[in-house]
């Protein structure tokens, strides 16, 4: 009972005892808020002209709360927050560090702008069904995700996000979102099943489920653990999380179904979890086995952006295109992760944050030209160039920074890429970097060439009247591509910090030492 | 389903375990029990009055949508979690008052309010399904 004791007892042993600062909260507070909107909106369901007045609002509090993370770990270094008071590993810890702040931030970015658009896009349907409650939880579960510091947790987050996905997935239930939620469902589930077999594994063979206290013993205890089994259980259901090559199949199969603002949603945000736990897993926790495996990482990673990049060139609806660029910025992604080391890692992080803000702003994009052109076809879309020429502008930039060409964001990240599979003289992953960037320019190249240069055809239907454009469909996409075009033009800030992220990565020392600050993981 | 005995049983079975489901709440912060195991009960006799009488009859009874139920649950933890925040200890740490009523003190804690919310969210999402599945078949 709580009745008070009379002996006292030293709590020392069990609990933090020292105060807790208010900025440790920071690494709460963007889930606190999510979830606390998320079910106040649920609350309001039926008050439809109440959401966006709730959403938005808290989806700029998450940017801003996020940037505080940003700034707080990039200036003072990683800092943990234990859950209860109880001591890691009992208690539950929440750690940011730089990597988990950057995509954080960038995805907080993502989702204010999908939130802003959708007060357009969403019609009153899609409001009832909960879009903005479901953003708002999968903005906990991303957000969750990448700020965990605990691996059973950050399965627990990978279910938040996948169940709040699944209801902006089938908005609306028509048969054809069902039909894409059925094949996206199913790989999913099959992957966080894999993913929590793999953390079983792991929890029997380490008898810990902190990740701090993984990586500090993994090292000792690398003798006699199945390590390189585990290890490749993790990167099978992570791959399937980051639609990897041979477990690809379920995106391109379900992105081009829901409305356009969720699917950018989901091209720029979920995909890049998978990765993201790709990254915390073989780099940080098991680095050795990274190693042996780099090799099929490797082949993984050229064959996912050769296929990404061809699906894309093969594709005529501009959505099922852009879902094949996602798959080829995964492809970047775990190239850097196959190579390892300061510039391949940190070429993968910044690969990663340029891809959550690109993919959104192509999708968004494209829906835009989808809406003005009346088809999401390129054989009967056509003077898009005339008919909306920022949109043309936009679409200019977007396709540049996707297929990594100067001056835009995409550039940078892949500079640090080649240069780190240059520096391992693995030629072949080079080059399949840089043919895949030249299919991809192609493909966008000819979306360009037909949707927008192309004189508007003969027969086409001019459609429905297009709606007046209106700031909430404009400011996402120009925002968006403001962040491509001034993340292209001074790389100095974010390349310093992917790279001071992949470094921390590789050594958490201080990861580990945020979590245990006596030293002592036993 | 439309029996005489089942309409006579349903108001009684229902009342005797909606107050059992708050019972299990209360006890399981010591014992075994807890806010899942309550809100299912709850939510079954939710379900049992919707088979006797129909999903409207309950729907107009619980008076708010379950989802919103759920959404008040669900709300309802997240904060008991921040109120560490006043206390300078981290997030979710359980933190107790001791008022007395009547001269009898009453323990209560952000633990229990955490719990309540559970117990809402599991009442508002199950009964939510249930009276969906149950609705369809009286269509």
Redesign the interface.
């Known amino acids: 009972?709580?009745?008070p004791t009379t002996a006292p007892i030293d709590l020392s042993a069990a609990m933090?005892t020292a105060?807790?600062a208010?900025a440790?909260?920071l690494v709460?507070a963007p889930m606190?808020l999510m979830?606390?909107l998320?079910?106040?909106?649920?609350?309001?369901?039926?008050k439809l002209w109440l959401h966006g007045w709730i959403a938005i609002p808290g989806l700029v509090a998450l940017v801003l709360l996020d940037a505080l993370l940003l700034y707080r770990v990039a200036v003072h270094g990683p800092f943990t927050?234990?859950?209860?008071?109880w001591l890691p590993p009992f208690?539950i810890s929440?750690t940011a560090d730089l990597l988990g702040a950057l995509l954080a931030f960038a995805s907080g970015l993502v989702a204010l702008a999908a939130g802003i658009y959708g007060l357009r896009d969403i019609n009153d349907t899609g409001r009832r069904y909960g879009f903005y409650?479901f953003l708002l939880l999968m903005m906990a579960g991303v957000t969750g995700a990448f700020l965990t510091g605990d691996i059973f947790n950050l399965y627990v987050w990978f279910e938040v996000l996948l169940i709040s996905s699944f209801g902006l997935l089938i908005l609306g239930s028509e048969r054809e979102q069902i039909d894409g939620a059925l094949k996206y469902a199913v790989l999913n589930l099959l992957g966080t099943t894999l993913f929590l077999i793999a953390v079983g594994y792991l929890y029997a063979i380490f008898g810990t489920l902190n990740m701090a206290q993984v990586a500090s013993l993994a090292g000792e205890q690398r003798e006699g653990a199945p390590l390189i089994t585990l290890s490749a259980l993790f990167i099978l259901a992570f791959a399937m999380k980051a639609a990897a090559f041979p477990v690809n199949f379920w995106l391109p199969a379900s992105y081009h179904t829901p409305r356009i603002v969720v699917a950018a949603l989901f091209g720029g945000l979920l995909t890049k979890v998978g990765v993201y736990a790709l990254m915390r897993v073989m780099v940080m926790l098991f680095p050795l086995e990274r190693e042996e495996l780099s090799l099929v990482l490797a082949v993984i990673a050229a064959l996912t952006m050769l296929l990404g990049a061809l699906g894309a060139l093969a594709q005529s609806d501009l959505r099922r295109m852009a879902g094949f660029a996602v798959i080829a910025g995964i492809g970047n992604v775990i190239a850097g992760v196959a190579i390892g080391g300061a510039t391949g890692v940190g070429g993968a992080i910044l690969y990663a944050m340029h891809s959550i803000v690109v993919m959104t702003a192509l999708y968004l994009l494209i829906g835009e030209a989808a809406r003005i052109g009346g088809s999401w076809s390129l054989q009967t879309l056509g003077g898009l160039y005339r008919e909306a020429p920022w949109i043309a502008a936009g679409a200019f930039v977007i396709f540049f920074a996707t297929a990594g060409l100067p001056p835009f964001s995409g550039l940078w990240p892949k500079i640090m890429l080649l240069k780190a599979a240059l520096d391992v003289g693995a030629w072949w992953l080079s080059a399949a970097l840089l043919v895949s960037a030249l299919i991809l320019t192609l493909a966008l190249g000819r979306v360009f060439l037909l949707a927008f240069w192309r004189p508007q055809l003969a027969g086409a239907a001019v459609g429905a009247p297009i709606a007046p454009n209106s700031w909430q469909r404009s400011t996402p996409i120009a925002g968006l591509v403001a962040v491509i075009v001034v993340f292209g033009l001074f790389p100095d800030a974010p390349v310093r910090l992917a790279q001071a992220a992949a470094s921390s990565l590789a050594d958490p020392a201080a990861y580990i030492q945020s979590v245990f600050p006596a030293g002592g993981a036993e | 389903m439309n029996t005489l005995i089942l309409r006579t049983v349903a108001p009684p079975i229902t009342a005797l375990m909606l107050v059992f489901s708050v019972f299990v709440l209360l006890r399981g912060h010591n014992e075994p029990g807890g806010g899942f195991i309550g809100g299912l009960i709850a939510a079954s006799a939710l379900a049992i009055y919707g088979i006797a009488y129909g999903v409207s009859a309950v729907r107009r009874a619980i008076r708010f949508h379950p989802m919103s139920i759920a959404g008040f649950g669900l709300l309802l933890s997240t904060l008991s979690g921040f109120v560490s925040l006043f206390a300078g200890v981290p997030f979710m740490t359980g933190l107790w008052i001791y008022p007395s009523f009547f001269g009898v003190e009453v323990p209560l804690a952000t633990v229990i309010s955490f719990d309540i919310g559970v117990y809402f969210v599991v009442v508002g999402s199950i009964a939510s399904i249930a009276l969906a599945l149950e609705e369809r078949e009286t269509d």
Do not use: S
Request: charged share 10%.
């Open positions: 009972m709580a009745a933090v105060p807790t208010l440790d909260w709460i606190g979830i606390a998320g079910a106040a909106l649920m609350m309001v369901r039926h927050m234990t859950a209860g008071r208690g929440f409650p």
